[in-house]
């Protein structure tokens, strides 16, 4: 055990570099700065939002859409001038936004002649912020266009509640999960349980894309730096060296992988686009659905042991590079392996493809860290700890026939052929 | 006389290439043996199948009496092996790279540090120990690598090409601290081309040539055979 802790060590300490560290730690600032630029930029667009306003009615309805908009974060500057002047002058202003109440906007309204507002945009760049705004102004004159219709409804059918008129039709969504029928949409739903693990297979491909790397780098330095000769005559077996090499390159690829999550939760936390605390609520409602604790526990021991398996084949795979270049190379098959069953399961379910396209998918161990949280919550016990077992067995048998090789002339004469 | 190591008819193939064919000598302990003959002459190959590398295809290899083939990890015990392109890596300091191999040898605290002290003796790099290896010239990579060779007193030292590619002031240094460490007990095998080299350090010779052994013996007694100034000399008789 101590010979593997020194070997870790020393793995650790060859990989973790500054050259590879800096452009990390730039990575999450960057991140971080994008992040905050764009909260900023956010919050700058809900802030209360100045418009121009001419109103050519002077009514009480006219007054009651003024009072609408204000009430929807707008900042009424009302005007008597022209259009065109007022159109200059918010150019100036950097004012985006003017509604033009017709005249006669009350009495149209009264004969049902659907009178017209006018809205007049000025666009200034293409920044996707300054929509918000518009959205807003369009969302104030809905509420205010219902709010007139409900009126109007109510004024002609006085006996009839109005919802019965607006929408005579109601929808109650019922979801069969397992053997419980329960009151929910199923979208919603779906979303629940997906937000829950939203971040598993980034990490997943960014741990196995790192772990190859890392691997591919130690295998490779060691043929490069002229070592591997002399590590392969201490008194220490093959199979710690490639003990030694996986873990240590394991534990340097997690630590990116963590360092990689962190910027990108600084991008997306300013921005609210990260909330699966607001997803439990719907969850409570499923009697099946594992609890948190359960869910994770799976998924972190789903998630380790593919680690394991992307650190056994780049093992095996960089056995015969000779040099740190050829190993990345080497390893492009690992991230291709890795990132085929998320793009299938992000797009359909397993169980609807072909059969042979569903064994390619279940011989492949990275497909099951990706199936896992559908497997959980459906309490799939086959998928669980089928999965489970078969990545175990598939990490044993690849990481003994690399040891094998590693034990045997062909790690140097290998390479001699080559030279030859 | 104890044998520190026994070499019988060994022979080892790549493929169509023949390395070694039947090749025997012994290595008495307390001396340095030197295998000396051209590039391509299976020096190589013979200390890889010495140190455990390579598996040889036919013949004996014992190390203090253990097989080589059958107890390798046995023998790694014994043994320490500096190849001729050899490297250490190149992101730990000099110093880093003598404590990872006294942690890897060593079976406590003291005797780690020992290891230590003397891989620090041997080197004689000073402050530069604390830097990176890959700071470091060729001679004092060469000089880390044989600290880390003898710093564990392996009771046979297979040396290939210890000073190829040196300037003559690194190259003597090298062969000074190979004589300490005979002068404590230890044993060598050394191979070169240069047979000078070989002549100045070694009590016994093996010539190899195509992968035989075409003479061996005490350099003294091969001058006087042969009737030769130096062992170039020698080597010329003896392929004649």
């Known amino acids: 055990m101590k010979q593997i802790i020194v070997l870790i060590k020393k793995e650790i300490k060859e990989l973790l570099t500054m050259t590879l560290l800096i452009p990390i730690v730039i990575m999450v600032f960057f991140f971080s700065f994008i992040g905050r630029l764009m909260k900023g930029e956010m919050q700058k667009a809900q802030k209360p939002t100045p418009i121009y306003l001419i109103d050519n009615d002077q009514t009480e309805t006219s007054q009651?859409?003024?009072?609408?908009?204000?009430?929807?974060?707008?900042?009424?500057?009302?005007?008597?001038?022209?259009?065109?002047?007022?159109?200059?002058?918010?150019?100036?202003?950097?004012?985006?936004?003017?509604?033009?109440?017709?005249?006669g906007l009350e009495a149209e309204l009264k004969s049902f002649n659907r009178p017209t507002i006018q809205l007049y945009s000025l666009i200034n760049n293409l920044s996707p912020f300054d929509d918000i705004g518009i959205a807003t102004l369009r969302n104030a004159l809905n509420l205010f266009n219902d709010s007139i219709s409900s009126l109007l409804i109510r004024r002609a059918n006085p006996n009839i509640p109005i919802i019965s008129i607006k929408q005579p039709l109601q929808l109650t969504n019922y979801v069969q999960i397992k053997e419980q029928l329960i009151q929910?949409?199923?979208?919603?739903?779906?979303?629940?349980?997906?937000?829950?693990?939203?971040?598993?297979?980034?990490?997943?491909?960014?741990?196995?894309?790192?772990?190859?790397?890392?691997?591919?780098?130690?295998?490779?330095?060691?043929?490069?730096?002229?070592?591997?000769?002399?590590?392969?005559?201490?008194?220490?077996?093959?199979?710690?060296?490639?003990?030694?090499?996986?873990?240590?390159?394991?534990?340097?690829?997690?630590?990116?992988?963590?360092?990689?999550?962190?910027?990108?939760?600084?991008?997306?936390?300013?921005?609210?686009?990260?909330?699966?605390?607001?997803?439990?609520?719907?969850?409570?409602?499923?009697n099946t659905a594992p609890n948190q604790t359960t869910l994770y526990g799976i998924l972190a021991l789903s998630l380790f042991l593919a680690i394991i398996c992307a650190a056994s084949l780049a093992t095996l795979l960089t056995i015969f590079a000779s040099d740190a270049k050829q190993a990345q190379v080497i390893i492009t098959p690992i991230n291709i392996l890795a990132l085929f069953p998320y793009l299938i399961v992000l797009m359909s379910d397993i169980k609807s493809l072909s059969p042979i396209l569903q064994i390619i998918l279940y011989l492949n161990p990275f497909t099951y860290p990706f199936i896992m949280t559908q497997a959980v919550f459906f309490n799939q016990l086959l998928i669980i700890?089928?999965?489970?077992?078969?990545?175990?067995?598939?990490?044993?048998v690849i990481t003994l026939i690399a040891a094998k090789i590693f034990s045997s002339d062909r790690i140097l004469t290998a390479k001699l052929k080559l030279k030859k | 006389m104890t044998k520190a190591c026994l070499v019988q008819g060994l022979s080892k193939s790549y493929g169509n290439l023949v390395a070694l064919q039947n090749v025997s000598f012994e290595i008495n302990q307390g001396e340095i043996f030197g295998l000396i003959g051209p590039n391509g002459s299976g020096k190589t190959t013979t200390l890889r199948i010495l140190a455990t590398l390579l598996k040889p295809d036919q013949g004996k290899v014992q190390i203090y009496d253990i097989d080589v083939v059958k107890e390798p990890n046995k023998i790694r015990r014994l043994i320490s092996y500096l190849p001729e392109e050899a490297g250490a890596y190149k992101n730990l300091s000099g110093l880093d790279y003598l404590k990872f191999i006294a942690d890897l040898y060593s079976s406590n605290q003291s005797e780690r540090k020992e290891f230590i002290d003397q891989a620090v003796e041997i080197a004689s790099l000073g402050e530069r120990l604390k830097h990176k290896v890959k700071t470091y010239s060729k001679g004092m990579a060469r000089k880390l690598l044989l600290a880390r060779a003898l710093m564990t007193n392996p009771r046979?030292?297979?040396?290939?090409?210890?000073?190829?590619?040196?300037?003559?002031?690194?190259?003597?240094?090298?062969r000074k601290i190979i004589k300490q460490f005979v002068a404590r007990g230890g044993t060598v095998l050394l191979s070169s081309h240069n047979m000078l080299e070989i002549e100045f350090l070694s009590d016994r010779v093996a010539l190899l040539k195509q992968g035989r052994v075409i003479e061996s013996g005490v350099v003294s007694e091969l001058k006087e055979k042969y009737h030769a100034r130096n062992l170039e000399e020698i080597f010329f008789g003896a392929t004649q």
Request: aromatic share 10%.
């Open chain 2, 156 to 174: 046979l030292a297979i040396l290939d090409e210890p000073t190829v590619g040196l300037d003559v002031i690194n190259s003597l240094e090298i």
């Open chain 1, 385 to 396: 700890i089928g999965g489970m077992l078969y990545m175990v067995l598939f990490a044993i």
């Open chain 1, 64 to 103: 009651n859409f003024i009072y609408y908009l204000k009430k929807h974060n707008f900042i009424v500057n009302e005007s008597n001038k022209d259009l065109k002047t007022i159109l200059s002058q918010a150019k100036i202003e950097k004012i985006n936004n003017i509604v033009v109440i017709p005249l």
């Open chain 1, 184 to 286: 929910a949409d199923p979208v919603q739903l779906k979303n629940a349980i997906r937000v829950q693990t939203i971040f598993i297979p980034i990490i997943l491909l960014m741990v196995i894309i790192y772990i190859s790397q890392m691997i591919g780098a130690a295998m490779g330095q060691e043929k490069e730096n002229k070592t591997l000769e002399t590590l392969l005559t201490f008194p220490v077996s093959r199979f710690k060296i490639l003990l030694g090499k996986m873990f240590g390159a394991g534990f340097v690829a997690i630590l990116l992988s963590v360092v990689f999550i962190i910027g990108i939760r600084f991008y997306l936390t300013p921005m609210n686009m990260y909330s699966p605390s607001s997803a439990p609520n719907l969850l409570n409602l499923v």
